[in-house]
């Protein structure tokens, strides 16, 4: 803590005990065992804060009241300080340029490779998770201090993607919400899903080469995991990983150069956002694996890292302003990282320090540029390294799975 106590503070460790409350009213959570309750202390002094401690975990305390997760988190929260100790070790990741494949092409039906913290470190210990990282960090760094409406180059396969995106944009206004009790998880998605993995393959084709028509059997699949799961009626940071692992693979083709990659950002990323903020809030999508209170967002991770380098530099702008409203209205239409925080505001009720405490939290760093580094080292540990998450990454010949002996190999030499 950054805050200072007075050489004449208290030397207690917790305040007097309080008279018992009253019982809580019927829609009001139990009361919890004041056994499970620890009272903050200043680390220098030892005297009691006014800052309330994050709860141990949502199986023994509910999150605030204003705001509470979908489904169960898929780790216990808040994070540990192992996980914070990793992420502020942790190197900045840099930016790689994508090796483009040449005949003969050995495309393949990609599968799931990663069960365990191991096949974790063992992907990113490999080229192609330092790759696939890298291309992340390249599409980061083509935006930087550019607005979405700034002009840029576009080839016809941007155009073509983005024609693809409206498309799936215009099925959503074809199946409407279906008429059901349940407030979440609208199953017309269902159709919607359906539809599209009805035609993906056909949609591919309208901007492969004819020398790369066979590749739709290794990047289909991508595609189709890029917009949630239709049988969980979910989504998150793991399907938005995988339209980032799709793009990767037009990279790894050649079919996206690297001058597209503002375009790739400024353009068919955003499209990407505007279809899958529809999704989230035509068919009630629910996050998958959200980390609740505790997560930067319950959905995605990428639009604030784009955002953040956008920002990097600006003259005005500061990591502070999301709390300008004004700020919010008037430019959220030309920063990823404005339009995340007010899409935020927009679907939560209350304080945003209470229901995005993380973002609250960033918003007290002075630069973009600490913001969009420490967001990096975030993704890569958060999500990028989270067996829950990558356990369903797909690795075919684009995105290989490297044995452990060809490893071991390699070492040697």
């Known amino acids: 803590m950054d805050h200072q106590h007075s050489d004449k503070c208290p030397q207690t460790t917790s305040p007097p005990p309080s008279p018992p409350s009253p019982p809580p009213s019927p829609p009001s959570p139990p009361p919890v065992s004041s056994t ?37 988190p898929a780790i216990n ?25 040449s005949p003969p092409f050995h495309f393949q039906a990609p599968s799931k490779r ?30 930087r201090g550019h607005k979405i409406s700034d002009p840029c180059p576009q080839s016809a396969t941007t155009d073509t993607i ?56 290794e990047i289909v699949p991508y595609f189709t995991d890029s917009f ?20 990767y693979c037009l990279a790894r083709m050649g079919v996206i150069k690297e001058e597209d990659y503002q375009a790739v950002v400024a353009r068919v990323f955003v499209k990407y956002l505007d279809l899958m903020r529809k999704l989230q809030l035509v068919y009630s999508l629910e996050p998958a694996g959200s980390h609740g209170v505790w997560g930067l ?17 600006h003259k005005y702008m500061k990591p502070k302003s999301i709390h300008n409203e004004d700020i919010l209205e008037n430019f959220s239409n030309e920063y990823l990282y ?38 990096l080292k975030m993704y890569k540990v958060e999500v990028l390294e989270k067996v829950p998450i990558m356990q369903h990454f797909l690795f075919g010949w684009l995105i290989k799975w490297y ?10 030499k």
Not at 228 to 239: A, K, L, M, P, W
């Open 36 to 72: 499970n309750i620890t009272v903050p202390t200043c680390c220098k002094c030892g005297a009691a804060t006014a800052f309330a401690a994050p709860p141990p975990s949502f199986s023994e305390v509910s999150p605030p009241p204003n705001y509470r997760p979908i489904r169960a």
């Open 77 to 101: 929260l808040p994070p540990n300080n192992n996980t914070q100790q990793a992420i502020i070790l942790a190197p900045v990741p840099q930016s790689q340029k994508v090796p483009v494949v």
């Open 114 to 143: 990663i069960q365990s913290p191991d096949n974790i470190h063992h992907f990113h210990d490999s080229d192609s998770g330092k790759n696939f990282l890298g291309f992340v960090v390249a599409l980061s760094e083509s935006i």
């Open 162 to 217: 983005l024609s693809i995106l409206q498309t799936l944009i215009q099925w959503v206004d074809e199946i409407p919400p279906a008429q059901q009790a349940s407030r979440y998880g609208n199953v017309a998605y269902r159709t919607w899903h359906a539809r599209l993995v009805e035609n993906t393959e056909s949609l591919m084709l309208q901007f492969l080469p004819d020398h790369l028509r066979s590749s739709t059997i």
């Open 228 to 247: 949630g799961n239709s049988s969980r009626i979910d989504y998150g940071t793991g399907h938005e990983t995988n339209f980032a692992a799709w793009l």
């Open 297 to 313: 967002d319950d959905y995605h991770f990428l639009p604030f890292i784009f955002g953040s380098s956008q920002l990097i530099d």
């Open 338 to 375: 404005l339009a995340g925080i007010r899409f935020i505001k927009m679907v939560k009720k209350g304080p945003f320090s209470e229901h995005s405490p993380l973002l609250d939290d960033i918003s007290g760093v002075h630069t973009w540029n600490k913001v969009n580094s420490g967001l």
């Open 403 to 412: 044995a452990l002996c060809s490893v071991f190999m390699t070492i040697r």
